[in-house]
């Protein structure tokens, strides 16, 4: 009995020590709150070996401020219920052997029936989530509690702490602690409990996956699995993934593409590498070629899409080895696309020119060795939707020159055939042209026939053309009969200078404070670019008496080159900016006002890889790009589209200086009163 | 009809083909939209002959284009998956997704 006695009181001492250290832990509790938690996330990773401390830890936590603040609150008992079901039963167990411990017994009592009582209660409140994440834990705590006899004093002591804790609460001395603090300390429970969740929920996880790491995947296994060879070809053998291949491969080379990396730390050391010092530089960006289409053919025509400027098309002649290919090809292709055209477009016979509508941006107009003129649209296959037939009133011999004139709400498509006849068509039926204009030599005792190689359109006047002819002779041409001028070939008036067939004509695209609209280039197999004034046909209308002299017109500047000239094409933005390519295979950029003798800048394509010999450098073909002239595409022999990028001062819309239309204003004045000033007299006297 | 579909397939081949060689890419998966299942696989993850792998992956892409596509609708109901890249320390993965099809592409990212 005395050894009872000893334990008993040895219990109390123990008690009283632990009624300290709460005493303790509750002093830290008000101080360092937010230390706590911070403190247990640490901890709380450490692994699932601590989960149950802290879950316990909570418990009492919980037991503290909640019970405190509302002594019959549900949430804490009504938990301590659930995860220690012990409670209950060791206040019972310890009203019996009261009668040594009387005062602790008699609260006990009281503590356990309240609990009891607000069970009920407390299911209204916190009890789902509760439920869930402590019952792992109850089944280990039982074990710990019912397992041992000789532990009974522990869990005699536990359920005397817990019951202390209720009985303090009971006692009310939770004065101290205001109603706002108890429920910021609602929320940190709530943290904390959502934090053990979330812990357990992981542990879980890890003991899903850690002790046979086939778990997880035996899950996707049943759902993906490799179709068999049949299935597959079911599958491959379908339009519908013909289409989404075709589709979906395309947007993923434009992603893979795409060199600009999104994710780029300029924050980062980076080699300084050479940023183009001088606004005129033209430096390479592109080269489009593609071994199973461009492979052997020459480029014969470039043009950038109007509607979007990342578009540029490009026309082929035939491949002469490959004679199942068709003849006849036109690629489109896109900078954000680097090996592969956007889309590829047939035709029977070598397409000669071709260009994008400007006012339809789906609509192809292409002109054909076999004076075709055919219509390809990018929502179509590859075979054209509109052609011209090859009997009938329509060209019969190769149309090297095709335009769309008019407007957005009226235009059409004029073609020009090596045989003088020009065309005008409708963008909705080839079958027959609208109209049909026989063009013949203007001068009498010379051939009768007029070979023009070339055509172009002054932007302000769809009525009146220019032909280049392989004779070297440009004429003005009326599309209808006007007073005093009848249609074709005016014959008052002619451009002569050039020794060889003019390979290219290009009117001033004007768009700033003075009007260029008059001035033409054009380039010559005579190795030289010329420039001209075209006169308003209304003036040479009247000027002129019938039956004189043909006025000839002579260049108001003449730029020598050391090869034959291909193409020259004005700039869309600077006034004085053009580029030309020539048979050496190089582009060169002119400003006009900066110097009249040299370009002020001259590339190279970089030759591809497998090119075989220097006859292949030749460029045929050149093309600005219409909305800021910041690129420049040429093709030529080679069968590779090259696309460069010109410098602030040659290309771009912001860099325009304001002094650039009055010097060009002032040069082409100069030009047209000094005559020979700029060499013209030596082209004049050939011209003649 | 035979004819068509084996020019069909040789353009598909090329095509794919083509995309597989390009530099930065590792591998292409073709995957059924429905179920998951692989109508193609090359390049890394197939090369080494671990069918496991293959399928390991397809599995986990599939199951994040489904949630992908799960948060695009849980938006707008009328909204559709067009094209997800996830970016990571060491690759890019390209995929593009169809009513039927899948198409990925892992590949190395450029480096900046």
């Known amino acids: ?688 | 009809m035979t004819q068509a579909t084996s020019i069909a397939n040789e353009e598909i081949e090329s095509l794919l083909s083509r995309l597989q060689t390009k530099q930065s890419v590792q591998s292409v998966l073709v995957l059924e939209r429905q179920t998951g299942s692989i109508i193609r696989s090359s390049g890394n993850i197939a090369s080494r002959s671990n069918e496991d792998l293959v399928t390991e992956y397809a599995g986990m892409v599939w199951n994040f284009v489904k949630s992908a596509e799960g948060l695009v609708n849980g938006m707008n109901e009328d909204d559709a998956l067009k094209l997800l890249r996830v970016r990571t320390k060491m690759h890019e993965l390209c995929i593009v997704p169809d009513p039927k099809f899948l198409l990925i592409v892992i590949h190395d990212t450029p480096q900046a």
């Open chain 1, 1 to 688: 009995m005395s050894s009872r006695k000893e334990e008993i009181l040895a219990k109390r001492a123990k008690l009283e020590a632990l009624k300290r250290q709460r005493e303790l832990r509750r002093d830290q509790f008000s101080t360092s709150r937010s230390g706590e938690t911070e403190f247990a996330s640490p901890q709380a990773i450490r692994g699932p070996a601590r989960l149950d401390d802290r879950i316990s830890d909570i418990d009492s936590l919980i037991h503290e401020i909640i019970g405190e603040g509302r002594p019959g609150s549900a949430g804490p008992s009504s938990k301590k219920s659930i995860s220690r079901p012990t409670s209950v039963l060791s206040a019972a167990e310890s009203n019996v052997s009261e009668q040594t411990s009387a005062q602790y017994a008699i609260p006990h009592t009281e503590s356990s029936q309240h609990t009891v009582a607000t069970i009920s209660h407390q299911v209204l409140t916190t009890v789902a989530p509760r439920v869930i994440y402590d019952a792992p834990p109850t089944a280990t705590k039982e074990i710990v509690t019912y397992s041992k006899q000789v532990q009974t004093t522990e869990s005699w002591l536990s359920t005397g702490v817990g019951t202390d804790d209720i009985q303090v609460d009971a006692d009310g001395e939770p004065a101290n602690r205001s109603k706002p603090d108890e429920e910021e300390l609602k929320d940190r429970i709530r943290e904390l409990e959502e934090e053990i969740a979330a812990l357990q929920s992981r542990e879980v996880e890890q003991t899903d996956t850690l002790p046979d790491g086939t778990d997880g995947s035996k899950k996707d296994q049943i759902k993906v699995r490799e179709l068999d060879d049949e299935e597959k070809h079911v599958i491959t053998s379908t339009e519908e993934f013909a289409e989404f291949i075709e589709r979906s491969t395309k947007v993923m080379e434009r992603a893979l593409d795409q060199d600009y990396d999104i994710l780029a730390d300029y924050g980062l050391g980076h080699s300084t590498t050479d940023e183009d010092s001088g606004g005129r530089k033209i430096k390479e960006t592109i080269q489009f070629y593609s071994d199973r289409w461009s492979k052997k053919r020459i480029v014969s025509d470039i043009h950038f899409s109007p509607k979007f400027p990342e578009l540029v098309l490009a026309a082929y002649t035939k491949n002469p080895s490959a004679p199942h290919d068709p003849n006849g090809l036109v690629q489109v292709w896109n900078l954000h696309l680097h090996d592969r055209p956007e889309y590829i477009f047939h035709a029977q016979s070598d397409v000669l020119t071709a260009r994008f509508s400007p006012y339809h941006p789906n609509l192809i107009i292409g002109g054909a060795y076999s004076g075709q003129v055919l219509i390809w649209d990018t929502r179509a296959k590859s075979q054209s939707v509109l052609r011209s037939p090859l009997t009938g009133s329509g060209h019969s011999h190769p149309v090297y020159s095709v335009q769309v004139v008019g407007t957005q709400n009226a235009n059409n498509i004029v073609s020009c055939s090596t045989d003088g006849l020009v065309c005008g068509w409708s963008m909705d039926m080839l079958a027959n042209p609208l109209e049909v204009l026989e063009l013949t030599s203007p001068s009498p005792g010379r051939n009768d026939d007029l070979a023009p190689t070339c055509m172009a359109f002054p932007y302000s006047d769809p009525t009146y053309f220019l032909v280049g002819t392989e004779e070297g002779g440009i004429y003005p041409c009326h599309r209808y009969d006007r007073a005093g001028a009848k249609a074709g070939v005016e014959p008052r008036i002619s451009y002569r200078g050039h020794a060889g067939p003019i390979m290219a004509i290009d009117f001033h695209p004007v768009k700033g404070p003075v009007d260029f609209g008059d001035l033409v280039l054009s380039a010559s197999l005579d190795w030289s670019v010329k420039l001209w004034k075209a006169r308003p046909p209304a003036a040479t209308a009247t000027a002129v008496v019938p039956g004189a002299q043909p006025l000839v017109a002579t260049p108001l500047m003449d730029f020598a080159r050391e090869d034959v000239v291909y193409d020259a094409k004005w700039s869309p933005v600077k006034p004085g900016v053009f580029g030309l390519v020539d048979g050496a295979g190089s582009l060169e950029v002119w400003d006009l006002t900066v110097d009249v003798e040299v370009p002020v800048a001259k590339v190279s394509p970089t030759a591809r890889a497998g090119a075989t010999s220097l006859l292949t450098r030749s460029l045929n073909k050149l093309a600005w790009e219409e909305t800021d002239g910041r690129r420049i595409a040429v093709g030529g022999l080679d069968s590779t589209v090259t696309i460069f990028e010109v410098g602030n001062e040659l290309g771009g819309t912001e860099g325009v200086r304001g002094d650039e239309w009055g010097s060009m204003k002032k040069l082409i004045g100069k030009a047209e009163s000094g005559g020979g000033v700029f060499g013209t007299a030596a082209s004049a006297g050939a011209g003649a």
